[in-house]
């Protein structure tokens, strides 16, 4: 009988926790804006002449992005030719709830690796990195105005050593599907 009641008594507290499967967290309104970038993308554009991105000519190429399992984060992997040749790349695009605050994470097969905080106004997205290019630091900040919901247009500006901003690329992007 004492074994019977020690059963039941450990059913009591077990069963209830049981029925409760806990819900998967549900991504907020901020991931939803990371939507626009999922479907696939032609991009095209220059690179300047004198920039630290090397020599000047025009890049094009496509992209694919889609939504990660859970729904967080959306991964695309792109491919272009430019003035350096041919590339791959594969980039997350994400929103940390943390730091409230959108991230992107890219590698490419020319062995280059980002990461950078991103932020959105109205329609435009900006993002800010520093690297030390010829022994002097230079700040680059990308630019991206989402001009309607299959097109948008592009620029990435460098300063070296505190110094005015300058284009180094700018071009547009458009859904194709």
Known sequence: MKRLFVVLVVLAFVMPCLAQTPQPPKPGPEVQK????????????????????????????????????GGFHVVCRGEGTGPKGSMTDLSILAYDTEAKIYTYYGISSRGGT????MTLTGNTWTSLSEETVAGKPT???????QESPTTYTFKLEYSVSGGPWTVAEEGKGTKIK
């Open 34 to 69: 990371l939507a626009y970038y999922v479907g696939t993308w032609k991009f095209e554009g220059d690179v300047k002449a004198g920039t630290p991105l090397g020599p000047a000519g025009k890049f094009s190429g496509t992209g694919s992005c889609e939504w990660f399992a």
């Open 139 to 145: 700040k680059f900040r990308y630019t991206e105005v």
């Open 114 to 117: 980002e990461s950078e905080k």
